[in-house]
Structures are given as structure tokens and as C-alpha cells.
């Protein structure tokens, strides 16, 4: 058996409590089946806490909006795709970088304490 993350964006109500469902150990396949719908997220970094949450946009970034090229750009596919496999390495570039950093704090931080 092997373990793969995943991140999936549903499309709720308003009036859902994701975070109590959550809590409550609801499914992911009710979440997706009460959903309006859900895609999978392209080219996002997250961090996802208590339930694999992410709590808010701050907590995320995609590639998209601002990020993205305008379609109308010459040789927009190829430049495209450059700029989202340079994405991708940033991503794990930082989160090398962050794993190492907390591994240092939590060292420093148990011989302290």
C-alpha cells in the first residue's frame, strides 16, 4: 500500500461548517457528494492543519491569477509551462528549506526545554 496526498478544492453553502464536519469525522466522500462540486488544485502549495484543513487563502497559494500568463502572449503554451515547472521548483525548494528550519528549532528548542 502506498500513501498520495492530494489536494481537491470543494465548492460549498455558505452555511457549512467544514471545519465541524471535519471534526466530527465526516467522510471526504460525503464532503464531495454534499458539495456543489470540487476540482483538483494545479501547481498549489498549502499547509493543512488539524484534518488536513487549509483554514484560509493566506494559507495557500496557486498558480493562477496574477501568477498566470495572458493567453494572447506569443508562444503563451510554452511560456506557460516554463513558468509553472519554475513554480514547482520554488515550491519545493521552500518547503526543503522549511522542514529544515523547523527540524533546528525543535533541536534547539528539546535541548532548552
Do not use: P
Amino acid at each position: 500500500m502506498k500513501m498520495k496526498h492530494i489536494l481537491i478544492e470543494l465548492f460549498l453553502d455558505d452555511d457549512v461548517d467544514l471545519k465541524q464536519d471535519l471534526e466530527q469525522g465526516t467522510k471526504l466522500k460525503d464532503l464531495i457528494d454534499s458539495s456543489e462540486g470540487c476540482t483538483i488544485v494545479e501547481h498549489e502549495i498549502a499547509y493543512a492543519g488539524r484534518n488536513g484543513f487549509v483554514h484560509g487563502v493566506e494559507d495557500c497559494i496557486g498558480f493562477g491569477g496574477e501568477m498566470d500568463i495572458d493567453s494572447n502572449v506569443e508562444n503563451a503554451s510554452e511560456k506557460k509551462e516554463f513558468l509553472a515547472s519554475s513554480w514547482e521548483k520554488i515550491c519545493k525548494e521552500k518547503i526543503d528549506e522549511a522542514y529544515e528550519e523547523y527540524m533546528d528549532l525543535k533541536s534547539k528548542y528539546l535541548k532548552e526545554n
